[in-house]
């Protein structure tokens, strides 16, 4: 009976992990009003990175700023796509295309008003990042955010692009 039950655990935990392994076909707004059903996302094979934020996170803030620096260099050398994710609720979510735009940032941006992607993924506090590979599956993910981190993002994408 107990190995019953731990094969039964295993397997469910082993379905688990595997449930998001990619994008789940959630629907998300962008921040000028077209839905998005987010298992559609791709970037021809190369890989993207998905960044959750929020309008108050100075962390996030910080974080997108260094990556709008160099990522028009991060784009010709490994083509990467950057995504963010907003989690601020609806309430708030008329700050995010200000916010956007006060900062120059060049990402694509999505509201997560109903925190049903954040939720998917397990998301507790942000920045949260993920990468995903050229076929849309999570290779990397991180939370926080300390000065310098953007660096250690471009060299995973570089890994998965020499891959």
Request: overall charge negative; some cysteine; aromatic content about 8%.
């Amino acid at each position: 009976m107990k190995k019953i039950l731990l094969l039964t655990c295993m397997l469910a935990l082993a379905a688990s992990s595997q449930m998001f392994a990619q994008l789940p076909a959630v629907t998300l707004k962008t921040i000028d009003g077209q839905m998005v059903r987010m298992d559609t996302v791709s970037n021809n094979g190369k890989p993207i990175i998905v960044d959750f934020f929020a309008t108050y996170c100075k962390p996030c803030i910080r974080e997108l700023d260094a990556i709008a620096e160099v990522y028009d260099e991060w784009q010709e050398e490994t083509g990467v796509k950057l995504i963010l994710v907003s989690i601020d609720d609806a309430q708030n979510a008329h700050k995010v295309k200000p916010l956007v735009s006060n900062h120059d940032w060049p990402f694509e941006v999505f509201l997560d008003t109903n925190e049903e992607l954040k939720r998917a993924f397990g998301v507790q506090m942000v920045p949260f990042t993920m990468i995903l590979d050229g076929q849309g599956k999570v290779a990397f993910k991180h939370t926080g955010y300390s000065t310098g981190g953007e660096e250690e993002l471009i060299t995973k994408v570089r890994e998965l692009v020499a891959q």
